[in-house]
């Protein structure tokens, strides 16, 4: 590629290996990417419909299904097309700025939104009485739009960043979508600036997200250890368990992918990385939040017996 000029589409190399590897990895990602839409659906789907789970838990996790969805759609399809047929997994330079920005736009909507289902259950376990004052309609819905807005806005100056350089060394990308960090490989110019930057603004979001998180937790457990009976104890950690264990797989996954100083290291572990956040999480995510919660599961049966008797009348 001619040295002063910049790709205009780019060719993503996906996952190394055989042809027949890419076809096992393609029903493996097929069956994950399948699950986690009709999982994710059901769950929006429930919690709309059923009059148990209208309560601001059981809303967040609504709309962080909501955000699964489009979270894995934007990556998996390509990735899909890249394993089926290699070779012919291109991306235009528009279409590339498109998905990154609309990844991390979403993923950074769902680290607040996570945060907000934190404090929520700070408020739940912690102070109950006064739960339904704090925790209202107009207070759920306002962290929902800010947590949306906040997302949004706070990628636009990261993406534009990322696509001000050049980028001729080739237009070979060392991933299965747009990933900031080798796009930054290909650049000709000095990137350890923005490189920086765009460490500190992960920093920023990612822990700023987990700090209220951390402290909302911390005061859970200590509450929770002072409850005097065992099944007390128990009741109040199953309200919390499902979004702990939620939590723990996404920061862990994201803060080895965003949060290091130098973008352009590791392909291989970024890639991994990568399935976690875009694959594995939000294929998850139904299965965390049906199985450890009886109402969730409660009303998944009533459905599925409504939709049955529906059906045979």
């Given at each position: 590629m001619?040295?002063?000029?910049?790709a205009t589409?780019?060719?993503l190399?996906g996952?190394?290996?055989?042809?027949?590897?890419h076809h096992?990895?393609?029903?493996?990602?097929?069956f994950?990417y399948?699950v986690?839409?009709?999982g994710?659906?059901v769950?929006?789907?429930?919690?709309?419909?059923?009059?148990?789970?209208?309560?601001?838990?059981?809303?967040?996790l609504?709309h962080?299904?909501?955000?699964?969805?489009?979270?894995t759609?934007i990556?998996?399809?390509?990735?899909?097309?890249?394993l089926?047929?290699?070779g012919?997994?291109t991306?235009?330079l528009n279409?590339c700025?498109?998905?990154?920005?609309?990844?991390?736009?979403?993923?950074?909507t769902?680290f607040?939104l996570l945060?907000?289902?934190?404090v929520?259950?700070?408020?739940?376990?912690c102070?109950?009485?006064?739960?339904n004052?704090i925790?209202?309609n107009?207070?759920?819905?306002?962290?929902?739009?800010m947590?949306?807005?906040?997302g949004?806005?706070?990628?636009?100056w990261p993406?534009?960043?990322t696509?001000?350089f050049?980028?001729?060394?080739?237009n070979l990308?060392?991933?299965f979508?747009c990933?900031r960090?080798?796009?930054?490989?290909?650049?000709?110019d000095e990137?350890?600036f923005t490189?920086?930057?765009l460490?500190?603004m992960?920093v920023f979001i990612?822990?700023?997200?987990?700090?209220?998180t951390?402290?909302?937790?911390?005061?859970?457990?200590?509450t929770i250890?002072?409850?005097?009976?065992a099944s007390?104890r128990r009741?109040?950690f199953?309200?919390c368990?499902?979004?702990?264990t939620?939590?723990v797989i996404?920061?862990?996954?994201?803060?080895?992918l965003?949060?290091?100083?130098?973008?352009?290291r590791?392909?291989?572990y970024?890639r991994v990385?990568?399935l976690?956040?875009?694959?594995?999480t939000?294929?998850?995510?139904?299965?965390?939040?049906?199985?450890?919660n009886?109402?969730?599961?409660?009303a998944?049966h009533d459905g599925v017996?409504?939709?049955y008797h529906f059906l045979?009348?």
């Amino acid at each position: 590629m001619d040295n002063h000029s910049s790709a205009t589409e780019f060719c993503l190399l996906g996952f190394p290996g055989s042809q027949e590897l890419h076809h096992i990895l393609f029903i493996i990602f097929f069956f994950f990417y399948s699950v986690t839409l009709l999982g994710n659906t059901v769950i929006i789907v429930i919690v709309c419909v059923d009059k148990r789970l209208q309560s601001p838990m059981y809303f967040f996790l609504g709309h962080l299904s909501l955000l699964e969805i489009p979270i894995t759609s934007i990556i998996v399809p390509v990735m899909l097309w890249g394993l089926l047929l290699p070779g012919t997994q291109t991306i235009s330079l528009n279409r590339c700025v498109a998905q990154l920005f609309l990844y991390l736009a979403l993923g950074t909507t769902e680290f607040a939104l996570l945060a907000a289902m934190a404090v929520d259950r700070y408020v739940a376990v912690c102070n109950p009485l006064r739960y339904n004052i704090i925790m209202n309609n107009h207070t759920c819905i306002w962290v929902v739009i800010m947590s949306w807005a906040f997302g949004f806005l706070s990628e636009i100056w990261p993406v534009y960043a990322t696509f001000q350089f050049t980028f001729c060394k080739s237009n070979l990308l060392n991933h299965f979508y747009c990933d900031r960090g080798q796009l930054l490989r290909l650049s000709c110019d000095e990137t350890f600036f923005t490189e920086f930057v765009l460490f500190l603004m992960a920093v920023f979001i990612i822990i700023g997200s987990l700090i209220p998180t951390i402290v909302s937790y911390t005061s859970i457990i200590s509450t929770i250890l002072k409850i005097p009976s065992a099944s007390g104890r128990r009741k109040a950690f199953s309200t919390c368990a499902s979004h702990f264990t939620f939590v723990v797989i996404g920061y862990g996954s994201c803060l080895f992918l965003y949060v290091k100083p130098k973008q352009t290291r590791a392909a291989e572990y970024n890639r991994v990385a990568s399935l976690l956040v875009s694959v594995v999480t939000p294929f998850l995510n139904p299965f965390i939040f049906t199985l450890r919660n009886d109402k969730v599961k409660e009303a998944f049966h009533d459905g599925v017996k409504g939709c049955y008797h529906f059906l045979k009348d």
